[in-house]
């Protein structure tokens, strides 16, 4: 018996379920249409969440987490903190199927393993994305009264930068965050990819719950795949891609079963707790999506549709 291919994405997927979705339509596999989509994603420089284009860390580079993790065998890869690599879904893959007893490689090593593969170097900081970076520098320097506020990296007055530019990045108009993917193949094979530059300004160095897996990503081909947006450590410390899989594996739909878990995120003492949204696709082709704030959609594309549909997802 084929199952009829579904492949959903996060605000700005749209770009690239079309691609994910001929390839499910020609017979390939959803670790395929996973890459596919993401690729596309990862290349839309006017995207500045991930890829090319993405917005840079505290000291003005490009640092991108993606992963891959498919339902059947719960095979994992994923890499951290990647410089100069525009494609770290692809890398990601490189170390699920490449690198046995291996799951994440995080910054020289990954970038060492993507070398080895192949993978072309590309400069990702675009101009654009390095003007709202000189921007936002500029407008922390001016609220740290009479100092130099561009000290070396470790010291106090840095993290004090870092910290104000963290605060400063409040959702703006319009989508953003991680871009997720979850794809149903005809085979009824379930594959969760999630990639990102983290947050705008992050602190060198720091990893995201993209490349974690049960926090950004979790799939599980019995019960269905889940995948998280939005401030990475929420999902960290409540493991939300897997508390989503589990409370499908109890019964619950889709969009409760992210509703939940974000409901549990809400109730830590954090600022952020709210910023936090999830989707999640059935082994049987269900679908939903939950967000910590309101106007959140999702994207969704079915073999028998005509185009991307832009559901809501429902407030937590
Ligand atoms: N959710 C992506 C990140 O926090 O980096």
Known sequence: MTTTPVIVGSE???????????????????????????????????????????LPNARGEVELDASVMLGSSRAF???????????????????????????????????????????ERADLLTAEAKRLYVEALDAADESVEGEDTRATPGDRRYRETTRALMRRFAPHDGPWGTINVVALDETGELCVGVSTSGYPWKYPGRVGDSAVPGAGNYCDVRYGGAACTGR????MRVTGARRIVDLLAEGADPAQACREMLADARSLPDPFAAELRALALTPDGRHGGASGQLGSVYAVMTAAGDGVEILPRQVA
């Open 232 to 235: 990475g450590e929420m999902a």
């Open 77 to 119: 890869g994923a890499v951290g903190g990647v410089r100069g690599f525009p494609n770290p879904i692809s890398i990601a893959r490189a170390v699920l199927e490449r690198l046995p007893q291996h799951c994440l490689l995080v910054g020289e090593g990954a970038e060492l393993f993507a070398e080895e593969c192949g993978f």
């Open 12 to 54: 700005r997927s749209e770009v690239g379920l079309p691609d994910g979705m001929a390839l499910l339509r020609q017979g390939a596999g959803a670790l395929d249409a996973v890459e596919a989509a993401l690729r596309r994603c990862e290349d839309n420089e006017a995207d500045h969440y991930v890829g090319t284009g993405g």
